[in-house]
């Protein structure tokens, strides 16, 4: 789970945390003893191909220098209360870096996560309810590279609801649309290109259900690492330009 | 209910129906005592920016002959069963006239009708279920024509279930979502353009349940006929060109 | 051309000026001796569905007080060089219009306007080159409400070139391409939903030509106003909710 | 260039050719000497991840037996005058298998392929003219695979030209616009997901001009044939479904 040198074939995943909740709410720490960073770290840790590692809010910079984002091809981004504490610049920064062609995993109540917020342009609002109802997250792509091995669909015994409308752009890919017991549906994994970086948000993970630790919810992440991986990297020229042909 | 003279400010609607389910199931006509054509006429046929008329499968040409569709702006369809009964130069008939700029609205049972996939391409197939369990229409495009007057959703009590995955290619637009008591959810109201047409398909309907006398699905159904006569029309010049600059 | 009292069938468009290359380029005010705020005023003056009114950066607010905007269903908006000079605080004021429905027609040079960037989450940057070069908009989307009128293209003897990429998410909806005589190509009509709002870019008018003088490129500008404008309003239900089913 | 077994990690192209223009001008065979489907399987022969094959259409079944589709993961398909002699049964064989999952890289003329159009759902018409003016196709996605290591734009000396509007559904992803000497511009380089399949429309390729032997169009097809290969298979259920939630 430490950072690697970077190699050819190894996509390397930044896993980042507000790392709040968990002293809020002890009992999280009962299905995710290492904080939801440690949890979501391990879903990438033992892939041949991935190195992970981990930063949480309270570190210098929040956790995201310039040398870590330079040792990062995807940020993995869960967070829940804290969201004007990550200062503009340390927005800025992120966000340029995915315009750059990094990619950038979105997860849960980071819906309202300044980054996200700012690179669709819109308010990310949506409906919501905590009473551990049921949710099943249906396959509606299925040729994604996302839904490798998933199946029809995720069933998560327990979990928070979020309901329609979602305040965001029109999904470049949609991939997943929850059902939820008490009566709502959510489009739970959507897909957006934004500069030369692919952006992914994935609904599922409210911090007292141990929804991490679902071996289809983790396949999704580690599907949609290698997915926001793979965007072409390279500069882009703008600016004045000589004419091509004769005026 | 007869076809209007064309005006300037009236959109002409012909309901097309393939009427086989009305004799084999009697207990349709409880609730659509002059037929699913009639049901549906009578939701445009007051309308004062609309004109409307009704074809069925058993009249000559099923019903769609060149001068109807002449006359026609929108096509409201609603098929079931004898989906291969409608010759292919009929088909190829509608499809033309969608394709150089007349709205199509395909109905429920409706996606396996020929002109429905040869405009999409795809199988359209689906899941489906029908023990008569409740329906709810979640409006996922607020802003969008066709949900005016909507509100939040619409909510059926009775209804056939169709679930994902469905065999469409993605909506151009996708305004409505179904949640569906018994745990399925489906993309119910997707937009697309094809050539200068403007296609809506809508999921509610099945042939033993009340759905097109519901208050909110009579708006959408209107909503979605102005939406589809307003594709602006007119020739698109293809075939050989001589250059616009010199060489 | 002054603000009207909001009528049922009277578009109210405000067009917005950063009045700023007037004074620096004199030569603007023999095409447009009414400033370009003046000229785009007209486009809209005399339609019978339409109201209009100007405003420009100078004023209080920048023009732009929650008075003005009360009273405002389109905004269009010309800029160029002072971006910056609009502070956040209304920069945030009219993108919260627009996503509560209110229309933005961004034009030309405001790609960079804040605003625009705010609301589409990427940088915006193109390459250019101002050598009074010929452009040809090409139609690719003929059935778009905004090229009624408009045939296959639109010709502008001399304009600032424009050149891909163009940091823009994929647009909604692609309405033109441009063609410069000096070789390079540009997304030059982008249709967006941002909320409930609608937006679209529209790439020509360099303030040292007279291209809001031209037929075809009024019809545009009108044909959007009336495209932005019929967005559905009326409020968004976020937040907490009780569940709608029995858990 | 035999048609390799199966391999994990090769992706298996088949190259399919009209094989018509090389009798009916003899001229191709000086730059083209295998013809068509020799130039275009050279383009996949020594990539280490792929084995490649040609079927032509004077082959028994149009040389696409469902033994040849057995194994094939990716159709390069190619094709300008005897659209209709493919018989519809070999068409629909050919759809549905990508509509299952196999890829489908539709050149230049071949946009009036019989199953081409018939994914599409539209007509495929264009405007043309081939007086060899030159094309030079700029990247409008520049973090797509299918435009790795293209730079800003391919030149192409001489080309036929295509010209808007395009008769395409709107394209999941628009990856290529191609501006012309004469004044045209056109949506080069198309992706789709239909069913399963993912699909690449690519512009260019007259039979006259060199155009397959030129490097940066080989890349892309090689991309291309990557991007096609990694949708991912298996499955799909649809049907009759038991409830999965009490009713």
Redesign the interface.
Known sequence: MTKGERTMDRIRVLVWNENVEERRKPEILKHYPDGIHGALASVFGDEHDMVVSAATMDQAECGLTEEVLDQTDVVVWWSHHRFEDVPQDIVDRVKERV?A?MGLIVLHSAHFARVFQ??????C?????N?G?SE?L????????I??GIG?YIDLPHEE?Y?????I??P???VF?????????F?SGCC???????IFYFRPGHETYPTYLNAKIQQVLRNAARWAA?????E??????????P?
């Open positions: 315009l062609g700012q690179l669709m342009g819109t308010s609002n949506l409906k919501w309810r009473v109802e099943r249906w396959v509606v792509s299925p040729s994604h590279p839904v490798k029809d609801m309901g329609e409308p979602f305040d752009p029109a470049d890919e949609l649309i929850s059902w939820f017991k008490g009566g709502e549906v489009r957006y290109v934004r500069g030369k970086g692919r793979s965007a072409v990297s390279g882009r020229r703008f600016g004045q330009q000589d004419p091509l042909e005026l």
